[in-house]
């Protein structure tokens, strides 16, 4: 709930720049036009509450992680704050993959659960790898633009937090740029890269 406050006053603070905006009547509102939706405030329907931030992010796919963003595409009030964040759900033994925010410096707090996190240095640094196991309550830092991940290693579901330090902190997930592009690398560049042979290369872009 204290997240949400702090939107609402967020929110609020930004307002007066906006001299013929409402003040906010709910917690959020995201726009649909899908006059099908339920709710109607001030002239637009409302996406149904339960797709919003307040609600866990829907875990069952195949890495059992949801990443639900407020960055400034979702929430166009942070323009020019420099700041955005971001829900985690995780199912038991749920994975946010290996990525990277090449914009901005992220802090994550545990609220809910038991996650492995780390991140790894740039190449000057030696790629040196850095990891922890988070419970409530404990707070992580993933300097901008490093590759980091978190893992749920409990048995439970996982709930975090992130706070960027920026109103659009970017995301490329490594997999996904690497071996999901379009159109995907040519196989002799990722051979020689990786070191292994077609295959495999193939099989990954499968994946992707
Ligand atoms: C919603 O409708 C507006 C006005 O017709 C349109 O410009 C906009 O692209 C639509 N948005 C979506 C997500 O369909
Ligand atoms: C969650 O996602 C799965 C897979 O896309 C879908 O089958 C399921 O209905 C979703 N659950 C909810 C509550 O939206
Ligand atoms: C990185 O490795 C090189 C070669 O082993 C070493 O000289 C250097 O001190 C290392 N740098 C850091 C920051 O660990």
């Not at 339960?50 to 595409?73: E, H, Q």
């Not at 985690?88 to 038991?114: K, Q, R, S």
Request: include cysteine; glycine fraction near 6%.
């Amino acid at each position: 709930m204290k997240f949400l406050l702090t939107f609402v006053l967020l929110a609020l603070a930004s307002s007066h720049a906006f001299a013929s905006d409402p003040s906010p009547l709910q917690d959020l509102c995201v726009a649909t036009n899908d006059s099908n939706s339920v709710m109607f405030v001030n002239g637009k329907f409302c996406k149904d509450p339960k797709l919003a931030f307040r609600y866990p992010g829907n875990t069952s796919n195949l890495l059992g992680s949801k990443v639900t963003t407020a960055f400034v595409d979702q929430f166009p009030r942070l323009n020019t704050l420099g700041i955005a964040m971001a829900r985690l759900d995780f199912a038991p033994y749920g994975l946010n993959p290996p990525h990277i925010h090449p914009c901005g410096t992220e802090m994550l707090v545990v609220v809910e659960g038991t996650v492995y996190v780390g991140f790894v240095t740039s190449n000057q640094l030696n790629n040196t790898l850095f990891t922890k196991v988070l419970t409530k309550g404990d707070v992580f830092m993933f300097p901008q633009g490093l590759i980091h991940f978190q893992l749920n290693i409990g048995q439970a579901n996982a709930l975090a937090f992130a706070f960027l330090s920026s109103q659009n902190p970017g995301l490329i997930t490594t997999a996904n740029s690497v071996f999901g592009s379009k159109p995907l690398i040519n196989v002799d560049v990722l051979t020689k890269a990786f070191q292994v042979d077609n295959k495999l290369i193939n099989y990954l872009q499968a994946q992707n």
